[in-house]
């Protein structure tokens, strides 16, 4: 049995002092691209403070011949490239792969001290983060970093949802958790080929009208409503991040082409608890960085319920409705987010800034 008093104690001598609360840094968008792939690496520095965060990937896009060139574009680019506001993330190889000691080996001596979040993929349970997180203090300490890197997870089967809350548990680097619906699809035997979003077999029927004797009419037209498939996954990874103090994103969504479905499933995730999603093409950016930001009609509604309930007590009526404690914890969540995007995104704060002004008129 391990001491809470340990908890927060480096596991290897030398090693930076775990950090004891997660910042909350926006990062709406994780994008992510192939180290290996010259057009791609190319396009890096532009990148940099128009999406949150930018991840080298290592794992299973990049085919085995291109691993080793994979991991060595992304020490280049690191080495070579200023990212100011954005996060610097990698996703290494799987635990049981024989590429992920080799990532691991490489990449923290080199550019240790600008990887803000290493992912984990495929995680089973509490082992494998507790695994990296030893190693990764022994890599910390003989590189002489100064800040831990910080450790994500991606839930892929069904193992690593049925042990969620303890591998969020499992080490003060936990960051945060990603939806990786395409694995997780495989192992739980779901019958969809679909990279998240919904089914259109998936769903619901209206029930059947009925005749003027009361018989149901089973044949009449009814309507039909498509359901998410991972409506139960995101609620409980949602669920175990908050109850840990960390950070709960949806993965990746296939169809490139299909933008429309693509923002209706990040805003189901945004409105589920979701803080931000996977970027697979340069478009989804943009819907991302929308979604995941506040509108600015809830940014100036929560604005003013935090300013009517004073002290956060009792309870006021705004615009025919009843807001109270409950109603002021739900704001300040929004008005939080609010203030750290508009921190480093110029186009939100213009308009976050302008509803101050208003209120402030008025």
């Known amino acids: 049995?391990?001491?809470?008093?340990?908890?927060?104690?480096?596991?290897?001598?030398?090693?930076?002092?775990?950090?004891?609360?997660?910042?909350?840094?926006?990062?709406?968008?994780?994008?992510?691209?192939?180290?290996?792939?010259?057009?791609?690496?190319?396009?890096?520095?532009?990148?940099v403070g128009r999406v949150d965060v930018l991840l080298g990937n290592l794992e299973d896009a990049i085919k085995a011949d291109n691993k080793v060139a994979a991991r060595e574009g992304l020490v280049k680019i690191a080495s070579e490239?200023?990212?100011?506001p954005t996060q610097l993330w990698t996703r290494i190889n799987a635990l049981d792969s024989p590429w992920v000691l080799d990532d691991l080996t490489t990449l923290v001596p080199a550019i240790g001290h600008k990887l803000d979040v290493i992912m984990v993929p495929k995680v089973q349970g509490a082992e494998d983060i507790q695994y990296v997180d030893r190693?990764?203090?022994?890599?910390?300490?003989?590189?002489?970093?100064?800040?831990?890197?910080?450790?994500?997870?991606?839930?892929?089967?069904?193992?690593?949802?049925?042990?969620?809350?303890?591998?969020?548990?499992?080490?003060?680097?936990?960051?945060?958790?990603?939806?990786?619906?395409?694995?997780?699809?495989?192992?739980?035997?779901?019958?969809?080929?679909?990279?998240?979003g919904g089914h259109p077999g998936y769903l619901v029927r209206q029930d059947p009208p009925l005749n003027?004797?009361?018989?149901?009419?089973?044949?009449?037209?009814?309507?039909?409503?498509?359901?998410?498939?991972?409506?139960?996954?995101?609620?409980?990874?949602?669920d175990a991040c908050a109850m840990?103090?960390?950070?709960?994103?949806?993965?990746p969504?296939?169809?490139?082409?299909?933008?429309?479905?693509?923002?209706?499933?990040?805003?189901?995730?945004?409105?589920?608890?979701?803080?931000?999603?996977?970027?697979?093409?340069?478009?989804?950016?943009?819907?991302a960085n929308r979604v995941f930001s506040p509108s600015v009609e809830d940014v100036k509604h929560a604005r003013r319920v935090?300013?009517?309930?004073?002290?956060?007590?009792?309870?006021?009526?705004?615009?025919?409705?009843?807001?109270?404690?409950?109603?002021?914890?739900?704001?300040?969540?929004m008005v939080e987010l609010a203030e750290q995007l508009a921190a480093i995104d110029p186009e939100l704060k213009q308009q976050y800034d302008a509803i101050q002004l208003e209120g402030e008129e008025a």
């Open 212 to 238: 003027e004797l009361g018989v149901a009419q089973i044949e009449a037209q009814r309507s039909t409503f498509q359901q998410d498939l991972w409506h139960y996954t995101i609620a409980r990874m949602v």
């Open 306 to 333: 935090v300013e009517a309930m004073g002290d956060g007590t009792g309870a006021v009526m705004l615009d025919g409705k009843m807001e109270d404690d409950a109603s002021l914890k739900q704001c300040l969540v």
């Open 1 to 47: 049995m391990r001491s809470a008093k340990d908890f927060f104690r480096p596991l290897a001598v030398g090693a930076p002092e775990p950090l004891r609360e997660i910042p909350a840094r926006p990062s709406r968008a994780i994008h992510f691209f192939d180290p290996s792939n010259p057009k791609m690496a190319a396009k890096i520095p532009d990148m």
């Open 135 to 196: 190693l990764l203090a022994q890599l910390e300490a003989k590189a002489g970093l100064e800040r831990p890197i910080l450790v994500h997870a991606i839930l892929e089967t069904a193992r690593g949802v049925a042990n969620v809350e303890e591998i969020c548990g499992a080490s003060p680097r936990m960051q945060g958790l990603s939806l990786g619906p395409a694995d997780l699809a495989a192992d739980r035997r779901m019958k969809t080929t679909r990279v998240g």
């Open 81 to 84: 490239t200023d990212f100011g």
């Open 253 to 287: 969504f296939g169809d490139i082409a299909d933008v429309v479905a693509c923002e209706d499933q990040f805003r189901n995730a945004f409105l589920l608890g979701c803080v931000g999603t996977w970027s697979l093409h340069p478009k989804q950016i943009a819907i």
């Open 244 to 251: 840990h103090g960390i950070y709960p994103y949806y993965g």
